[in-house]
């Protein structure tokens, strides 16, 4: 990448800490707490997608053309997203009776009774956040909230209540708009991202993150994590390691893709930030990152996750030959043991002359020391799946 390593430790620190990583890891506290609180009270089949069409169906019914409007998609679409809140019991269609032919979309009496655990629950979190940075902090949090809503025409804004929501009914709507005008800024930079490589990226250390540890922040498997994962790293944007002193563990680290992709999130970040202060205001702006950063930091969320800057990883990353690669070669060295074995030069030499080739390899030397990492199981494997190749030739 064309910034040099000794440059790039003002770009980690933007990226480990600004407005959007601050909005999108308190949205999602406030979800997962309200999600937890509602299940524990009678409404277990939840999905955080029934919140938006939930939330403006407690004002009233509405025809489904309206709430396709309201939530910004069309109608077909606005139609297959209310097949599972339907099922689930919590909104049905009725007669219009202003006009016959036409059907208005409404809360059943679960989908009243969840409205009103919801609101409820969204104010105890409203309560605790004052607890937390004091009243009047919230308050002004929610006030921007609710005026870059509107700048941005949040669908669905003009329908809900205006100044008595509780902060967190503002943030899933706001967030996920900012997010999406975000994944636009960044596929323009060269990367076309999915919602999901969130949970994985944004909780990648510059030294690296066991799986495990993404599984327990996000709160899915480690399978989960790991499929994720899979597609990153066929995009180049990551590699997976072993531990150094568990090799059952599973590392994800940043490629130097994946460092372009930083210091293009972080551009990415800069420029959303431009736009909303010029939409809101510099002043009202200012306001609401610092509010968010303020509330952040008292939840503690995400503390140690990403440390502050490293040299020596970032050198490692940097560097023509990084020491993930030499920890992440097992099914390498296994094919140059297997295609030795065999006697296979050709094949051999080929292998390795391809494996030169790419950026991460850079002698004949360190693919001899990786061959020499193979245990002796794994040659015993190997010599197995040797024998039965020769079997069927």
Not at 41 to 48: C, E, I, K, Q
Not at 50 to 68: D, H
Not at 95 to 101: G, L, V, Y
Not at 300 to 306: D, F, P, Q, R, V
Request: net charge positive; proline share 3%; charged share 25%.
């Amino acid at each position: 990448m064309s910034l040099p390593a000794e440059q790039f430790a003002p770009v980690w620190e933007q990226y480990r800490h600004n407005f959007m990583r601050h909005l999108t890891a308190i949205t999602r506290h406030s979800e997962r707490r309200a999600m937890e609180q509602l299940t524990k009270r009678g409404h277990p089949r939840l999905a955080m997608s029934f919140s938006a069409p939930l939330s403006l169906l407690g004002s009233r019914p509405l025809r489904l053309t309206e709430l396709a409007d309201a939530l910004g998609m069309s109608k077909q679409l606005c139609l297959q997203s209310l097949k599972p809140v339907e099922k689930a019991g919590y909104i049905e269609r009725r007669d219009d009776p202003k006009d016959k032919r036409a059907k208005l979309v409404a809360l059943t009496t679960d989908g009243e009774q969840l409205i009103q655990h919801a609101l409820e629950e969204m104010q105890a979190t409203h309560k605790y956040y004052e607890t937390l940075i004091g009243s009047k902090a919230v308050r002004g949090l929610s006030g921007h909230l609710r005026d870059a809503s509107k700048a941005l025409q949040v669908p669905g804004e003009g329908i809900r209540a205006g100044n008595g929501l509780p902060v967190s009914a503002r943030l899933t709507p706001l967030s996920r708009i900012l997010q999406e005008r975000l994944m636009a800024i960044t596929a323009s930079l060269g990367h076309n991202l999915q919602f999901s490589f969130g949970q994985v990226l944004g909780a990648i250390d510059l030294g690296g993150t066991a799986v495990a540890e993404l599984a327990r922040l996000n709160a899915v498997t480690t399978q989960a994590i790991s499929r994720i994962a899979g597609e990153l790293e066929s995009l180049g944007y990551i590699s997976r390691a072993m531990a150094n002193n568990d090799r059952r563990s599973r590392h994800l680290r940043f490629t130097a893709k994946g460092l372009v992709l930083i210091r293009d999130s972080v551009q990415s970040v800069q420029t959303l930030a431009e736009e909303l202060s010029a939409t809101m205001g510099e002043q009202h702006f200012a306001e609401l990152e610092q509010q968010l950063q303020q509330l952040y930091a008292a939840l503690e969320l995400e503390t140690g996750i990403l440390k502050p800057f490293n040299a020596q990883a970032a050198a490692e990353l940097f560097s023509d030959t990084p020491a993930e690669f030499t920890r992440a070669t097992d099914k390498t060295a296994a094919l140059l043991y297997l295609a030795s074995q065999m006697g296979m030069t050709r094949t051999t030499a080929g292998t390795v002359e391809l494996l030169t080739s790419a950026p991460a390899v850079r002698s004949l030397q360190q693919l001899r020391d990786i061959e020499s990492r193979l245990d002796d199981r794994q040659k015993r494997q190997l010599q197995t799946l040797l024998a039965a190749l020769n079997d069927t030739r």
